[in-house]
Structure formats: C-alpha cells, structure tokens
C-alpha cells in the first residue's frame, strides 16, 4: 500500500499491510520561517519515511497576529520563554479583534504547508496543527489559570474574543486546505481536560467555536481532533467530525486505545508515551507499547503516534526502532 492508501485504510477501519506510523516534535531552533521549518520537517521524513506528516509549527504561531512575542535562546532543544502577552486584565478582552487569514505568522504557515506539499509525494498525507479558539485565547495571558477566571469575572468580553478568534480561524482553515494540507490537527491544549473545566463549561466555552473552526475543513479526508493533557474530555468530544483521536492513552488518568474505540466512530491515534517509554535509554519500553497498543487494537482504527509532540532529543535509536517495528508487524500479519 501506499502511506495514502494505508492511512486512508486505517481511518475507515478497513485492512491494512501495517499500522501506519507517524511521529513529529518541536525543532526550537529552526522554527522561526517557513522554509526552514519545512526543511526541518523533511529530514525527518526523509530519515524515517513517516506515512503521513504532521507540520509542526511553533507552538505560538497562532497567537502572535495578537501581540505575544517569545523570546528565543537559539540554542537546540532549549524552549522560547514567553516575552510578551497581550492580555493583562479581563477588560483587555476587548480589544481581540478579528485579523487577516493570511497575517503575519498565519500567512508563514500557509506558504509552509505550500512548501511541504511541493516537497513530499503526492502520496504522503499532511495535517497541520490548528488550536481550538479557547485554546488561542489561553496563550493570551501568562498563565492559563487567569483565563479561567476570566470566564467567570468577564464572560461577555470573553465570548467576544472567541468570535475575533473563530472569525480569523474560519478563513485560514480554508486556505490550509487550499495550499495542499489534507486537513487539520486541531489541538484543545490545557482546554479540554478535567482539571482545568468541567464537561458543561467545556460544552459552554469551546465546544460552539470548535465547530465553527470544524465546519470550515468539513471538507477534508485527515482532520484529528487532539485531546490534550490527562483526566481529558474526550468522549465528551465524541462527536466532533473529524477522522481521528489523538490523546496520550497510555496516561493513566485518560482512555486507553482498547476503550476509546468502543466510543469514538473514528479512528484512534497515540499508543506511545513521548516523554516516558519513548526517552527511555533502550528501545525496549517504546516498543512494548507499541505492541500493547497492537493488541489493543487489534491493527485496525489504528494510526501509531505519540500520545502528543515528542521532545527535541528525543533517542534517534527509539524512533528507528518503531519504524522497524511496525514492518515486522506487517510481515507477521501476512504470515
């Protein structure tokens, strides 16, 4: 099979020749321009043949049409520290207007998803990593903990917010699409877990813009709704049209692989821990999950993945090893 052939298998729950695999993280020092991100995401590529690719942006792009600044040390694996954020107080919400599609750091990534899909055959899928509205918004302050006070100290601003948000996301999904991504990654962050909101202020604050965001890449084949952080909300979010799931099911406080699809009408994705077995010193934890992620599964809804972004540094050896492991479990099943 092709990696568009089994990906696309994987996702509607019909035989494949192997899992598909993919596996992406955060080159701090070489995310600051679209060609050097796409050049960043090719090598990886290029070393591991991942089946699909999913673009890893800074994890402030979306955020920076809005005036929050990092400051980077340029040193490799070593995490921007923020520098400057807009929101100060709950009546600076009202000053989050609306922004071009194409602004600033938006505009950056559409011409990177252009660059990548020159690049890579036509073949190998693309998704790229779009926040949900509340999620934007938590990047707004310096902690999210102020966000959530918002919402109950100045629910009105807020909400405004949320629209200047979903009113620029709805436009830049579509030129995502457009500029050859297969469809989105919508990642909820801090936003959809239990420790931060409960199920009904989850349904209140984000679930609305979250569909608007959804409608807008209604029409493409790879979007993956990724559920953030432990105790998360995820069959809360059962519902949301997308392909896949995306979570770090080997937390304890979350779902497991073997219970989300039971649950969830879409594929699932994750099985490997990114900052436990996957960092460990042998390749022998990482490949234990895959495998227990395997049976599980059973091979079929399945796309191997990280529970999240792996860290920078990340053991090249680990990474190989799954890569090898999941054509062992190809020639196994057709044994």
């Keep these: 099979m092709t990696p568009r052939e089994r990906v696309w298998a994987a996702l509607r729950g019909q035989p494949v020749d192997r899992p598909p695999v993919s596996f992406w993280g955060h ?5 600051s321009g679209a060609a050097e991100l796409v050049e960043a995401t090719l090598e990886s590529w290029r070393e591991y043949r991942w089946d699909w690719v999913k673009l890893n942006p800074r994890k402030h792009y979306h955020v920076e ?4 600044r990092y400051r980077y040390s340029g040193v490799p694996g070593e995490k921007p520290k ?5 929101i100060r107080a709950g009546d600076d919400w009202a000053r989050v ?3 071009r599609p194409d602004a600033a750091a938006l505009g950056e990534q559409i011409e990177a998803v252009r660059l990548l ?15 949900t509205p509340l999620a934007v918004l938590g990047e707004m302050v310096e902690t999210p903990e102020e966000l959530r006070r918002h919402l109950d100290t100045h629910p009105g601003p807020v909400r405004a917010a949320l629209e200047a948000v979903t009113a620029t996301w709805v436009p830049f999904v579509r030129e995502l699409l457009r500029a050859g991504a297969d469809g989105i990654y919508f990642a909820t962050v801090d936003w959809a877990s239990g420790d931060l909101l409960t199920s009904a202020q989850h349904r209140a604050w984000s679930r609305p813009w979250d569909l608007r965001v959804l409608e807008a890449a209604a029409g493409a084949p790879f979007n993956v709704l990724h559920v ?12 949301y049209p997308v392909a896949a799931f995306s979570w770090a099911a080997t937390d304890p406080g979350n779902p497991t692989l073997a219970q989300a699809l039971g649950r969830l009408p879409g594929a699932v994705m994750g099985g490997v821990s990114q900052d436990g077995a996957l960092q460990a010193a ?14 599980g599964t059973g091979g079929r809804r399945w796309l191997a993945a990280p529970g999240c972004s792996i860290p920078p540094g990340t053991p090249a050896a680990n990474l190989r090893a799954l890569r090898d492991a999941v054509e062992t479990i190809g020639l196994e099943s057709r044994a």
């Design 65 to 68: 049409p809005w005036g929050v």
């Design 27 to 31: 080159v701090y020092h070489r995310e």
């Design 82 to 86: 923020l520098a400057e954020w807009p």
């Design 282 to 295: 042998s390749p022998g934890p990482a490949l234990a999950e895959l495998r227990a992620a395997l049976a």
């Design 97 to 99: 207007r609306p922004q």
């Design 228 to 239: 953030c952080k432990r105790n998360n909300l995820l069959f809360e979010l059962a519902d």
């Design 117 to 131: 899909r020159r690049a890579l055959p036509a073949d190998v899928p693309i998704v790229e990593t779009v926040f």
